[in-house]
């Protein structure tokens, strides 16, 4: 059975710094690139980082860009995103989701159920 599942959402206080991780299972990791998104009450879900299959190029929205890492272990099929000098408007449900494939892979887009980031004093 193809999974996401993330963890390590919690609550920080403006400034400070969390990881959230994103373990997978029932597919070839390796073959895909990752994507972090999130959801802010309220609001749209959006883009937040994405890194190819390798970890070779990593891309990241303006709003988040020089404060957050994505990165991943293939060895331990996992994502992470890194996140620092957090700020409020960060607090969303952060997703993971399976990005482009490698050939010979076939697309397979599989959502996490989330983790939630909450930034406050």
């Known amino acids: 059975q193809v999974q996401l599942v993330e963890s390590g959402g919690g609550l920080v206080q403006p400034g400070e710094s969390l990881r959230v991780s994103c373990a997978a299972s029932?597919?070839?990791?390796?073959?895909?690139?990752m994507s972090w998104y999130r959801q802010a009450p309220g609001k749209e879900r959006v883009l937040v980082a994405g890194?190819?299959?390798?970890?070779?190029?990593?891309n990241y929205a303006d709003s988040v860009k020089g404060r957050f890492t994505i990165s991943r272990d293939n060895a331990k099929k996992t994502v992470y995103l890194q996140m620092n000098s957090l700020k409020p408007e960060d607090t969303a449900v952060y997703y993971c989701?399976?990005?482009?494939?490698?050939?010979?892979?076939?697309?397979?887009?599989?959502w996490g159920q989330g983790t939630l980031v909450t930034v406050s004093s």
């Open positions: 989701k399976t990005g482009d494939p490698t050939p010979p892979y076939r697309w397979l887009e599989v």
């Open positions: 029932g597919f070839i990791f390796g073959g895909y690139g």
């Open positions: 890194i190819t299959s390798t970890g070779g190029s990593t």
